[in-house]
């Protein structure tokens, strides 16, 4: 094997494979990379048997093969080289022989006959999607799924098609995620892609999802088969495998009325979260929201440290209500809505959940429940 290729093409590429090999594992040899060079191309695979990822890029192949080498070592070496063309090629006892510039490195390799084939790469009946939405539904979800590996059904986004958001006759790509304590909720226009049926897509599949979508402004191929979410994404091609289970009916915690509603910055509320919350010590960060006459006044205290108030002045409409809420929760939704320049909480009582909508986005919601204080 003997082939050049540009610093970024392959940094790139071994950026996206990074994160899907294992390091322990019972089979060594995930957390290799497979390199083939052939025709013009480079391809890269990786696999941890969940997740497989292959990416292609240009590249001068003098001498076709194939061999593979440790997927963490090797993108180290290429982020690190300078910015020029890097020539790799193979040498005896199966050394992969990397040249950039002035610097040389001689890798151990192993031979490519142990990589196992990789499952759920193949697009079949493939269907056109706007990459950036399906980016944004992801991004706008993930934060909220469960790291709880005992609760295997909800560490994933269930995705599903619906009807009534935008009307009848008008369907639509539903992503919910949940960890049990709060949820997020997306609604899209399908545009030509349904879901036959509900799937639930794994915490680190959408991990991958968001890397190979987030650069491609255009459109991208997706199919489900066999039990795979797979993507083809400009020259990457990810197939996810898919959540065994029966996610919780979400339905069931999303209030239907409210007595309080409040309008407020959201930059402004994330500031006043973010400087209140230094004090607090447990990992919850809990604080309390007191809301009187247009007034929102948060605050948290802790015996370690003291304690913190900042007063926001806000919309309301309907009671007064004083309600405590995880600050982490606060944080990572009000970050997700940072396309909404206001949000709209919806209250009912100290008890009562609370719902976050960003302005001039009624079809993405966020769900929060709330905390008692002693």
Known sequence: MNFSISKENFSHLLYLTNTIVEKKNTMPILANVKLTAEGNCLSVTATDLEVSLIGKADAKVK????????????????????????????????RLDIECGQSRFKINGTSPDEFPAVAGVELKDPISVDAPKFYEMFDKTSFAVSTDETRYNINGVYAETTEGPLGPGKPCLRFVATDGHRLALIDRPAEGFQF????????????????????????????????????????????????????????????????????????????????????????????????????????SSSPEYGEASESVSVEQDGEDVTIGFSAKYLMDLLSAMSASEMITIKLKGELGPGVFIGSGDDLYNCIVMPMRFE
């Open 63 to 94: 001498t076709p093969g194939t061999l593979t080498v440790d997927a963490k070592m090797l993108y180290d070496i290429v982020r690190e080289l300078p910015n020029k063309e890097i020539t790799v090629s193979e040498s005896k006892r199966q």
């Open 196 to 299: 036959e049926s509900s799937v639930i897509i794994p915490r680190k599949g959408i991990n991958e999802l968001k890397k190979v979508l987030e650069d491609n402004e255009g459109s991208a191929k997706i199919s489900l088969n066999e039990g795979f979410f797979t993507v083809q994404s400009g020259t990457v091609t990810l197939g996810v495998r898919l959540v065994d289970g029966q996610f919780p009916d979400y339905k069931q915690v999303i209030p239907l009325d409210h007595d309080t509603t409040v309008q407020v910055s959201r930059l402004e509320l994330l500031s006043a979260v973010k400087r209140v919350s230094l004090v607090t010590t447990d990992k919850t960060k809990a604080i309390k929201c007191k809301l009187v006459d247009g007034n929102l006044l948060v605050s």
